[in-house]
């Protein structure tokens, strides 16, 4: 089966710019997962959907960052405007359903710089 | 709150001796504790879960609740077992919340 697309790979952005990011998950998986790791850290869960609707979103901080799952399928994570801080990896997992949380299929990530 | 724990960053061991990658967890329930692992150049993938008890590419993992670890344990360490290795915490709190640690790089030196 295809895995978790995720694009674009890498960006390169200036501090106060705006970036989105896109994930396509495994067809048929209900549960979507936005994850930030910052180099020399874990994956850090930004916001879980359960199809179109939010399970947690407890650590996004929602004063430059929104994601939408507007059909339940593919996502969007939108950074506006962006921090040095925000410099990181950002991974995109999907599972079957919330009870297959453990078994979480990851994309290649998305690895962005903010100068 | 949950939060895992892997105190070291990088373990450096020989091809053919014994691999311990520790973690320890706080959580007041019963969790579900697993590994995942990535390669270089690949995804991130699960490796094992404590429920499951199977050994995978020669690696076991026991739960001990008295010491809240799940130290992730191989005989004999390959070159090619040299990756990230992350302790994650998964418990039931409305929902099933997944919880990683930080991660220890494993170099096996040939």
């Known amino acids: 089966e295809a895995g978790v697309a995720q694009s674009p790979r890498y960006k390169i952005i200036e501090k106060r710019q705006s970036v989105a990011f896109w994930c396509n998950p495994i067809s048929g998986h209900a549960t979507l997962y936005w994850y930030q790791q910052i180099l020399g850290q874990g994956p850090k869960l930004l916001i879980q959907?359960?199809?179109?609707?939010?399970?947690?979103d407890s650590q996004l901080p929602k004063d430059r960052f929104s994601a939408e799952r507007l059909k339940g399928v593919d996502s969007t994570l939108k950074i506006q405007p962006a921090k040095l801080e925000d410099s990181a990896v950002y991974l995109c997992?999907?599972?079957?359903?919330?009870?297959?949380?453990?078994?979480?299929?990851f994309g290649p990530g998305t690895r962005l710089t903010v100068t | 709150a949950q939060r895992v724990t892997q105190p070291e960053k990088l373990l450096s061991v020989f091809k053919g001796a014994p691999v311990e990658l520790k973690c320890n967890y706080s959580y007041s329930g019963s969790p579900e504790l697993f590994w995942y692992v990535q390669y270089s150049r690949q995804r991130l993938q699960l490796l094992l879960r404590?429920?499951s008890r199977e050994s995978i590419k020669g690696f076991t993992a026991d739960l001990n609740k008295g010491e809240t670890s799940f130290h992730l344990k191989k005989p004999f360490a390959q070159e090619e077992d040299s990756a990230m290795y992350y302790c994650?915490?998964?418990?039931?709190?409305?929902?099933?919340?997944?919880?990683f640690g930080t991660g220890t790089k494993l170099q096996v030196i040939p």
């Open positions: 404590h429920i």
């Open positions: 997992a999907s599972s079957l359903s919330p009870q297959d949380s453990y078994e979480q299929y």
């Open positions: 994650a915490l998964s418990a039931y709190g409305g929902y099933q919340k997944v919880t």
């Open positions: 959907f359960q199809n179109n609707g939010v399970v947690d």
